[in-house]
């Protein structure tokens, strides 16, 4: 079977007609006009190649007067993070306006302005507004100060954007109205307005039933009251929110003694003071209610462990003194008295300390 083929002759065949096998084509050509170059391409030569229609254009030039290839290595080293091929990137730079020159002459098209400037893209100098938008986030309002002239591409440090969803501006919002909801009902506690916190605390409450410091401070507001019972209520929330919260179980310690439920009493003391080994108030409290049973050597231990902490409160020195007094160790509790005295800036106190002082010495010398 016999097929007729067109022969084409040629002295350069170039296989393929893609970015590459064109470029080859057209330097053979310049090499030599008058030999013949032929490009063999399976389809359009306008789409063929492995590069996609458009990445063959010519994004950089190093425009004389207005930049060098040592600008543009600076500038694409930025844009990179440092990760390019800087002597391949550099030789494309310093051959850019060459190649441009070429196209030229080839009859492509470089838009210039109407003074023959080329166009360069680049955002103009000026102050932009931007607006940052998302669905279900906040629209950001920014202002970019591009204003400045560079007589040198610079990198710009932009700032970090974040955006920030609707709901949690909500929460934010909801929080931060809670925080001065919270500061104001402190402050009316402080000033002994206790029905005023009361209705601010209840209402924060409703609104997040799960605030524990709500629930606290409304304990304090009722304990103050003297309504204990109120207060039992909101104090066991508030450790059930916060267990690990020593202060709530020195409250409900306070309430119990208050109402001379000794044993109760105790035992949320002890509780604050696993939870807070420093908690000088409970030690205090624990050792009178152990005074008061007359249980003097367990109030000392009390005592002198509060002291451990704080070791020159008169209250502390002033019990410790009259447990030693129980135990009949005058001269040791003439010792803690006199530190009492020492520290105490309550003039009836003193005088009362110094008469107690004197009768021991009284009794030592009998």
């Known amino acids: ?12 065949l170039v296989i393929g007609g893609g970015s590459a096998g064109a470029m080859a084509a057209i330097r053979a050509k310049e090499m030599d006009p008058d030999q013949t170059v032929v490009v063999f391409e399976k389809g359009d030569i306008k789409y063929s190649g492995c590069i996609a229609r458009g990445m063959d254009a010519l994004n950089i030039v190093a425009v004389p007067g207005l930049s060098t290839p040592e600008l543009y290595i600076e500038a694409n080293s930025m844009a990179c993070e440092g990760i390019m091929d800087e002597p391949v990137n550099y030789r494309m730079a310093q051959r850019s306006w060459e190649m441009l020159r070429k196209l030229e002459s080839w009859d492509v098209c470089f838009p210039t302005d109407e003074k023959g400037e080329y166009k360069l893209v680049g955002i103009p100098h000026g102050i932009y507004n931007v607006a940052i938008s998302k669905d279900g986030y906040r629209t950001q309002n920014l202002e970019w100060d591009f204003s400045a002239t560079q007589d040198r591409m610079q990198k710009i440090e932009m700032q970090t954007i974040v955006m920030v969803s609707e709901e949690k501006i909500q929460q934010i919002e909801r929080a931060k109205q809670a925080q001065e909801e919270f500061n104001e009902a402190r402050e009316k506690i402080g000033q002994g307005d206790f029905d005023g916190a009361i209705e601010i605390l209840k209402k924060m409450i409703m609104d997040n039933p799960d605030d524990a410091n709500a629930h606290y401070l409304l304990g304090i507001s009722y304990q103050r009251k003297k309504q204990f019972p109120e207060a039992i209520v909101e ?10 919260f020593s202060g709530v179980y020195h409250q409900l310690g306070l309430i119990y003694q208050e109402q001379q ?29 152990l005074f008061e049973q007359n249980r003097v050597e367990e109030s000392l231990v009390e005592f002198e462990k509060a002291l451990e902490i704080k070791p020159e409160d008169p209250e502390f020195l002033e019990m410790a003194g009259r447990c030693y007094i129980h135990r009949a160790d005058f001269k040791k ?34």
């Open 261 to 289: 439920e000794w044993i109760k009493a105790l035992e949320f003391y002890a509780k604050a003071i696993e939870l807070e080994p420093k908690s000088v108030e409970s030690f205090y409290n624990r050792g009178l209610i």
């Open 1 to 12: 079977m016999k097929n007729d083929y067109p022969v084409i002759e040629c002295d350069v």
């Open 235 to 244: 104090f066991e929330k508030t450790a059930k929110m916060s267990p690990s």
């Open 333 to 366: 509790a003439i010792e803690y008295l006199e530190k009492a005295k020492l520290n105490s800036s309550d003039q009836t106190k003193i005088e009362f300390l110094d008469d107690l002082v004197s009768k021991l010495r009284e009794q030592i010398k009998k």
